[in-house]
């Protein structure tokens, strides 16, 4: 723990304070889910035979600090699967310290493990804090996003 944190895999005993970081996470982008989808979705993260949803958390002893959802999915382009980056959030006091670098680089290192060389995500063009650090660990595509 040299940067006064830790990466892990999220762990059934991380129910409440993973809740908790993912509802902040939600809160920002101004969003709400019904609990059943908070239970299904943690369920699926800890699944152990449900490999493509996966969840990483930044620690200090017991104590979540931020997490990072990541997704393995096959694609029309390539040969081999790719990650997609889902959720990325840090709690606002644990803020500036590196834990949304290291988990993404975190997710870099299990996408490789996975022999899955391309990971991607978005934001919203207003996030700029945010844009600042992915400026810096990734490159910006040109793409913009359509949803049904």
Same mark, same amino acid.
């Given at each position: 723990?040299?940067?006064?944190?830790?990466?892990?895999?999220?762990?059934d005993?991380?129910?409440?304070?993973?809740?908790?970081?993912?509802?902040?996470y939600?809160?920002?982008?101004?969003?709400?889910?019904?609990?059943?989808?908070?239970?299904?979705?943690?369920?699926?993260?800890?699944?152990?035979?449900?490999?493509?949803?996966?969840?990483?958390?930044?620690?200090s002893?017991?104590?979540?600090?931020?997490?990072?959802? +990541?997704?393995?999915?096959?694609?029309?382009?390539?040969?081999?699967?790719?990650?997609?980056?889902?959720?990325?959030?840090?709690?606002k006091?644990?803020?500036?310290?590196?834990?949304?670098?290291?988990?993404?680089?975190?997710? +870099?290192?299990?996408?490789?493990?996975?022999?899955?060389?391309?990971?991607?995500?978005?934001?919203?063009?207003?996030?700029?804090?945010?844009?600042?650090?992915?400026?810096q660990?990734?490159?910006?595509?040109?793409?913009?996003?359509?949803?049904?």
């Open positions: 723990m040299e940067k006064g944190f830790d990466i892990r895999l999220l762990e005993r991380d129910r409440e304070q993973w809740q908790h970081i993912w509802g902040e939600l809160r920002f982008y101004e969003t709400k889910l019904p609990l059943e989808t908070y239970s299904r979705t943690f369920s699926r993260l800890i699944d152990n035979n449900f490999s493509n949803l996966n969840c990483l958390v930044a620690h002893n017991d104590t979540l600090h931020g997490l990072v959802h +990541y997704i393995f999915h096959p694609d029309a382009w390539e040969t081999t699967d790719v990650c997609y980056l889902q959720d990325l959030f840090t709690l006091e644990m803020r500036q310290q590196g834990i949304a670098t290291a988990l993404i680089q975190a997710v +870099y290192e299990a996408a490789d493990i996975n022999g899955t060389p391309s990971v991607y995500w978005m934001t919203q063009e207003f996030n700029q804090k945010a844009r600042n650090l992915y400026d660990v990734a490159s910006v595509t040109p793409f913009i996003i359509y949803q049904r």
